[in-house]
């Protein structure tokens, strides 16, 4: 059929939101993506053909999904006049926010990654998220940078969602200063190209940030993560 992949591309869409309200209760399964599957009304054809691999396939199609949707929102002419800094910063903060409603389901869904079988599929997620950032906000570099620069991003990010997944306080305002310091720490990167390496070294290892998630989110790697002093949020 002509239109089947425009239908199959909806009949996606719908079963991930319905999913997602059933996978605190039903984890990262076939389960919930079963529920999900009832909940959206859709053909039983193109259910099947829509996450052929199951939890592997939604949790790919979510964090993709997840990066077009933070694409999609960012305003470029703004951007465009923010310094590289603040551009990071507005990007990152966006991704959070439009997964405010879901950071149930994504709890549930760093502990799925978390599993030896999945960290693979996480890292890959992880590395396309912080493409999409840097592409977002107009990056096109092609020689060294571009690699030392997602490669930085990604422990800046995989460190913030965790404490975010944490993260009581209101408007999420911790997870937003921690964010804001970890871009700070790491913001010369014109200089990385000498100092790469010792960077590199000293970021979060994304492994470990999910062991921590299945762990129940006790080591965060830095002193102020939440639980770390009075008024931190409890993990």
């Not at 605190?24 to 053909?49: C, H, K, N, T, Y």
Request: charged residues 25%; contains cysteine.
């Amino acid at each position: 059929m002509a239109n089947e992949a425009p239908e199959l591309d909806q009949a996606r869409a719908a079963i991930l939101r319905a999913t997602l309200a059933h996978v605190p209760f039903d984890g990262w399964s076939e389960a919930a993506i079963a529920a999900g599957i009832v909940d959206a009304g859709q053909r039983q054809s193109l259910s099947v053909l829509a996450f052929p691999d199951g939890p592997s396939a939604l949790a790919e199609y979510y964090s993709a999904h997840a990066d077009r949707r933070m694409a999609a929102a960012l305003d470029l002419d703004a951007i465009a006049k923010m310094p590289i800094r603040e551009r990071i910063i507005t990007a990152v903060r966006l991704r959070l926010v439009q997964a405010e409603g879901e950071r149930e389901a994504l709890k549930v869904l760093m502990t799925w990654f978390a599993f030896p079988a999945n960290q693979a599929l996480a890292v890959k997620c992880l590395y396309r998220t912080v493409d999409a950032v840097w592409r977002a906000i107009g990056d096109t570099s092609t020689d060294f940078n571009f690699y030392s620069k997602r490669a930085i991003l990604a422990g800046v990010v995989a460190a913030t969602v965790l404490y975010w997944l944490g993260d009581e306080s209101e408007g999420a305002a911790s997870s937003f200063g921690f964010l804001d310091r970890r871009i700070e720490d790491v913001m010369a990167f014109e200089k990385a190209k000498g100092r790469a390496r010792q960077w590199l070294a000293e970021l979060p290892d994304p492994f470990r940030i999910l062991r921590d998630v299945r762990s129940g989110g006790k080591r965060h790697g830095d002193g102020d993560a939440p639980g770390a002093g009075p008024g931190s949020p409890k993990p």
